[in-house]
């Protein structure tokens, strides 16, 4: 089992930054690829960037590109999305995620209780 613990979310002027946190516990961390998820009210979740175990490769979804980052620190056992020009429409819950194996956005085992991020005009 692994534990995902999100921080850092709350309420933002569009323009602005955030960086979420992700803590994770359990089993080995440096073994999973971790990913950033969100869902926005009345939406279905979607894919917003991964990482791989040894953050070689990053991916993202082409509606945050350029404008977020994904990290982790395998010494803390923390993942990291750093947000910046928010826009009203990133405005969701934001949920890390975790899975064995290669990073991909689908197919997550473990999941975190989320994270509420409001972006406001």
């Known amino acids: 089992q692994v534990q995902l613990v999100e921080s850092g979310g709350g309420l933002v002027q569009a323009g602005g930054s955030l960086r979420l946190s992700c803590a994770a516990s359990?089993?080995?961390?440096?073994?999973?690829?971790m990913g950033w998820f969100r869902q926005a009210p009345g939406k279905e979740r979607e894919f917003v960037a991964t990482?791989?175990?040894?953050?070689?490769?990053?991916y993202y979804a082409d509606s945050v590109k350029g404008r977020f980052t994904i990290s982790r620190d395998n010494t803390k056992n923390t993942v990291y999305l750093q947000m910046n020009s928010l826009k009203p429409e990133d405005t969701a819950v934001y949920y890390c995620?975790?899975?064995?194996?290669?990073?991909?956005?689908?197919?997550?085992?473990?999941w975190g209780q989320g994270t509420q991020v409001t972006v406001s005009l």
């Open positions: 995620a975790a899975k064995a194996g290669a990073t991909s956005m689908t197919n997550y085992d473990y």
């Open positions: 359990g089993r080995t961390f440096s073994r999973f690829a």
């Open positions: 990482i791989s175990v040894s953050s070689v490769r990053t």
